[in-house]
């Protein structure tokens, strides 16, 4: 039977969801609100989101036959986790909808890829160049210049799969950091602030954003978001515009986080994008009318989007491997909202929860926002 590429999906019907970890859980208890039954797909057994879904699978990505088993049992699919391999998406699709498509998975999950992606819409990265061996190491260097940020082509998040190269002494180790696999040089921006902004596109091609953010990272973490960011309306608006041309260009149905540098001079350069719910966009779960989650399962399922209007400011605060031992005088703190993830063990650089503070606005004509 063809697969209906347009099927909207409401209350009663099941979304899968490839990956179980915090995404996943705060996914599946947004459906939930609207209705909406969650199977989770997820390798590992302990994984966060099997908790507050109504089914899981517990298998390898790789596993083509219970792949196919999990897409015939839910009504459309999408992801928490875009790492995966490509005949996975493909099995994936001859059974239901996918959303995000394959197209958006591939340009997400290798830099080179997602560099000229952006590129070719004419918009801004930092400098750049493919690095397959280390004779082309050392001539990216001549050409971009030190310092610089050496990086795998796949799999890297969070500062793995990245070294810093201060001066030609570094190269030697930061290609063997690399394990000889493919890997892009990328050269060092003079940014004032890291920024992300992310976008909804529905079904029907209409597309929401939510505000641009400020983002403060600690040892490649991210450590707090700051919501609104402190930048001119102007660029606020650029920033909107540049992740809805992605959205569209991609031919997204679902979310997109797209992360940017601001620098001094009032340029922003897109860092990197996630087609998926993303951390600096846990504060909308406390600000926002609709927030991320929701958004991203309206998006997925078809149905109308949310307002995303900020109806208070927001500082979000990531909590860290032995951060969450804080939650009673987090839960205790007022105005502070609690969110754990309900992992068992805290980890160094795992994310164990957050805590979001919000201040209500005092900017807006009779105290409401316009949505």
């Known amino acids: 039977m063809p ?31 609207l209705g909406i039954k969650c199977h989770i797909y997820c390798p590992e057994k302990d994984s966060p989101a099997f908790a507050v879904s109504y089914a899981h ?9 219970a792949l196919a088993r999990f897409a015939d049992s839910v009504d459309v699919v999408t992801f928490e986790f875009e790492n995966i391999p490509a005949d996975s998406v493909r099995v994936l699709a001859e059974h239901v909808p996918v959303r995000p498509g394959w ?9 080179v890829t997602e560099k000229s992606f952006f590129n070719g819409l004419g918009i801004e990265t930092a400098p ?4 397959a061996s280390r004779t082309q190491l050392d001539n990216a260097v001549a050409e971009i210049g030190l310092p610089a940020v050496l990086k795998t082509c796949r799999f890297g998040y969070d500062g793995k799969g990245q070294a ?7 190269l030697d180790s930061a ?3 690399m394990a000889g696999g493919p890997a892009i040089l990328e050269g060092f921006v003079d940014f004032t602030l890291e920024a992300s902004v992310l976008v909804a596109r529905g079904l029907d091609g209409e597309s929401a ?21 402190p930048l001119p309306a102007e660029m606020m608006a650029r920033a909107k515009e540049i992740a809805i041309r992605a959205a569209e260009a991609l031919d997204l149905v679902g979310l997109l986080a797209v992360e940017l540098f601001v620098t001094a001079d009032g340029h922003l350069l897109v860092n990197e994008m996630a087609p998926r719910p993303h951390n600096s966009g846990h504060w909308t779960m406390d600000a926002c009318y609709t927030d991320q989650f929701e958004q991203f399962v309206r998006a997925v399922c078809g149905l109308p989007l949310g307002s995303p209007a900020r109806f208070a400011d927001a500082v979000m605060t990531n909590l860290i491997g032995n951060d969450v031992t804080r939650w009673r005088d987090l839960m205790a703190e007022s105005g502070a909202m609690l969110h754990l993830y309900g992992k068992s063990e805290a980890r160094p650089g795992r994310k164990m929860g957050h805590v979001t503070r919000i201040t209500p606005r005092t900017d807006l004509p009779g105290g409401t926002v316009d949505h």
């Open 175 to 177: 290609w063997q950091a």
């Open 209 to 229: 954003c939510f505000d641009l953010v400020e983002n403060r990272h600690k040892n490649h973490i991210l450590d707090v978001t700051i919501a609104p960011a």
């Open 3 to 33: 697969i209906d590429k347009n099927k909207m999906v409401g209350p009663g019907a099941t979304l899968g969801i490839i990956g179980g970890g915090q995404l996943g859980l705060m996914t599946s208890l947004a459906a939930a609100r």
């Open 164 to 170: 810093k190269i201060k001066t030609l002494a570094d």
């Open 128 to 131: 750049w160049r493919a690095v």
């Open 57 to 65: 699978t517990c298998a390898p990505y790789e596993d083509l036959d």
């Open 103 to 111: 197209k958006v998975l591939e340009t997400a999950q290798e830099r």
